[in-house]
């Protein structure tokens, strides 16, 4: 695709999204989500670049967004094979932010992270990683730039042990980061009791644990999150979600796709509605809640 | 727990999975059978029996050899690797020429050598204790041989094949087989052929009571020293090298592998690189046992490695490994009770009672590559 091509899209994306947002900020809520110190951010919406339709301190954030957005997507078309999921979808996470992606089944949630990690067919837009283009590269180029993915299923390695699968977590470096480990033994008590039992013995929420820490092996600047509350216990949902804030109150952004909406939008500092594979809302995680056109398509009143 | 408790789990055993207890009960009057005869006066000596089993182990091993770089393309690639046997025969066939190129340097014509043609292996006299250096160099040209074979038939056939069924790739490995078994017989004819000068091979006589020995010969030995040396280190690098550690994610998670970091595409070639090159050397060691080979003795040894492959549960390396001298105890320790003629069913006899209880194999679930 040329670049005129794809800046004629990215202006006509943006003028759609522009009139979006203008509805997304009509919700109620956001004299409530302004009031909490870090909405200044969190009232950004998708309408990124010179969204038309914004009101003025609206375009104001967004046209500081370039400069600090860690991940920055842009029209994103993507989808597998040559069925295609997404349209013009647009997201950002800034550094050390906390970003949660909701929405009803099939919305496309899962499919967004994935194709960050270069895990889809991209068919459109750009994908910028702290500046830099990463649409279309290969998951294994994308972990070098620092970002970790933890998938939803299957994403322990059972046959290794739970200290294999950190080391599997370092492989893309020369030595295996002894220090880091004992970071991630220190985050995560039980893995270190357990570092020499093999990771398939292990309950739901241990192997929960040791993904994320096999995905922070590399200290990434962004963590990747497919439905991590999936198939826990109620009790151990809480931990999970404590643990997570943990996790980003030590600097990883996080970008988190939850069925748990209620949850995950009170805790996140931004939030994402997907609805058939497009932006539907975005706000701060607060006023998502508190919107109740949001509540009572998304969150069940 | 309580004995009623005992009680229902057995009764359900018995219910559920009748096989069990039958395979138990038959393996019991068949241990009880080899201590009758063993005390009956004219019966089955011990010599019989320490035969037996060290037939057995030999046997076993050699199969468990080249089995577990079957089992490991299958865990890695999934896909059942036909042409695996083939590779075995190839291996043999190119170490032994180099053997034999070694050992009768200068005193036969190199063409001759080269192709393993007629000479008399008597007068070439190779052997263990004569030619130990033209064995190693043998063996080592085996397995690098295979290497490069493997590395090459995968880059030319299976790598542009990767994202397909296991069904299209098995098919196209039996295409591969049929095409290096021709290949062999086409420049090395189909005449079996000796190699070893079995005068030379020396045999150590162990006493094992009674009066008994057990004669060990030579080049059993070496096959069995070797075999498990290699086997070793296949275990320790499994367990302990990054390397090894990645194969096992491999073929445990692969795309969770690819999200991980690891280079899934290098992986491949290295478990081409492992699984080849025990394929070339057990071709190597057990021509060198047999002291003769043809051009199709890895496509025969073939069914025997996938038996072993299977019983220990296709994909476990070290189910190979197990498999492999079960199978072959089970066909020599057969003897005791059936003529000669019949020991290969015996063997897949044996096979197939596991199978009916243990349908994934005895390492099933214990996927280590």
């Not at chain 1, 033994?185 to 357990?194: A, H, K, N």
């Not at chain 2, 000479?119 to 080592?140: C, F, K, Q, W, Y």
């Not at chain 2, 086409?186 to 070893?196: K, M, S």
């Not at chain 2, 592998?257 to 070339?280: D, H, K, N, S």
Request: charged fraction near 20%; aromatic fraction near 8%; hydrophobic fraction near 45%.
């Amino acid at each position: 695709m040329s670049s005129e091509a794809s800046e004629a899209e990215r202006s006509e994306a943006s003028k759609r999204a522009g009139s979006e947002a203008t509805r997304e900020h009509g919700g109620g809520g956001r004299s409530e989500a302004s009031k909490r110190a870090r909405s200044e951010r969190d009232r950004r919406s998708v309408a990124a670049d010179g969204g038309t339709a914004s009101s003025g301190a609206t375009r104001a954030a967004d046209a500081a967004r370039p400069d600090d957005s860690l991940l920055r997507v842009r029209d994103l078309d993507a989808g597998y094979g040559d069925l295609q999921i997404l349209t013009d979808v647009h997201m950002d996470v800034g550094d050390g932010e906390y970003v949660t992606i909701v929405g009803p089944n099939g919305a496309g949630k899962s499919t967004v992270m994935k194709s960050v990690f270069g895990l889809t067919s991209y068919m459109g837009g750009t994908i910028e990683f702290a500046g830099e283009a990463i649409h279309g590269l290969a998951p294994e180029e994308i972990i070098h730039e620092g970002i970790g993915y933890v998938p939803q299923n299957d994403n322990v390695f059972e046959s290794l042990t739970v200290r294999e699968n950190l080391e599997m977590g370092a492989y893309i470096l020369d030595e295996v980061p002894e220090e880091q480990i004992e970071v991630i033994y220190d985050r995560f008590p039980i893995l270190r009791e357990r570092s020499d039992q093999r990771a398939g013995t292990m309950s739901g929420g241990q192997r929960q644990m040791l993904a994320m820490g096999r995905a922070l092996m590399l200290d990434p600047d962004l963590l990747l999150l497919d439905e991590p509350s999936a198939g826990l216990a109620p009790d151990l949902v809480q931990e999970m979600f404590d643990r997570i804030d943990r996790i980003n109150d030590d600097g990883t952004a996080v970008l988190m796709v939850e069925q748990n909406a209620k949850e995950a939008l009170g805790r996140c500092d931004r939030g994402y509605v997907l609805v058939n594979g497009e932006n539907a809302y975005v706000d701060s995680g607060e006023a998502l809640l508190n919107d109740e056109q949001v509540r009572k398509d998304f969150l069940g009143g | 727990m309580g004995i009623s408790e005992t009680y229902s789990r057995g009764r359900n055993l018995a219910v559920s999975r009748p096989f069990v207890l039958v395979a138990v009960a038959v393996v019991a009057i068949l241990t009880l059978d080899i201590g009758r005869r063993l005390a009956a006066p004219g019966g089955l000596t011990s010599a019989q029996l320490a035969t037996f089993l060290w037939e057995g182990l030999v046997v076993g091993l050699s199969i468990g050899l080249a089995g577990v770089g079957l089992s490991m393309t299958y865990s890695i690639l999934n896909f059942a690797n036909f042409g695996h046997g083939d590779y075995v025969t190839s291996g043999a066939f190119a170490g032994w020429a180099v053997t034999w190129l070694f050992a009768g340097a200068g005193q036969f014509d190199l063409a001759t050598l080269l192709f393993i043609g007629s000479v008399s292996t008597r007068d070439l006299g190779v052997s263990m204790l004569e030619t130990p250096l033209a064995i190693l160099a043998g063996l080592i040209v085996a397995a690098a041989a295979t290497i490069g074979l493997s590395l090459l038939i995968d880059r030319l056939v299976y790598k542009p094949m990767r994202d397909d069924e296991g069904i299209s790739l098995l098919i196209a490995s039996i295409g591969v087989a049929l095409a290096l078994r021709y290949t062999i017989f086409i420049v090395f004819g189909q005449r079996t052929r000796g190699l070893t000068d079995a005068q030379s091979v020396p045999e150590f006589a162990i006493p094992v009571g009674g009066g008994g020995t057990l004669d060990v010969g030579g080049h059993e030995l070496t096959l069995v020293v070797i075999a498990a040396a290699l086997m070793l280190g296949v275990h320790l690098l499994l367990q302990t090298t990054k390397l090894g550690k990645a194969m096992r994610a491999m073929a445990d998670n692969e795309d969770l592998a690819q999200v991980t970091g690891i280079p899934t595409e290098r992986v491949v070639r290295f478990t081409w690189i492992i699984g080849g090159g025990l394929a070339g050397a057990s071709g190597f060691l057990i021509a060198l046992e047999r002291g003769a080979m043809n051009f199709q003795f890895g496509w025969i040894l073939l069914l025997m490695i996938f038996a072993a492959v299977i019983l220990g549960g296709i994909g476990s390396i070290y189910g190979a490994m197990f498999g492999g001298v079960t199978i072959g105890i089970a066909q020599n320790l057969s003897l005791v009770w059936i003529p000669s003629e019949f020991s290969t069913v015996a063997a897949f006899g044996v096979m197939i009672v596991v199978l009916l209880f243990k349908p994934d194999g005895l390492f099933s679930g214990v996927t280590t590559a």
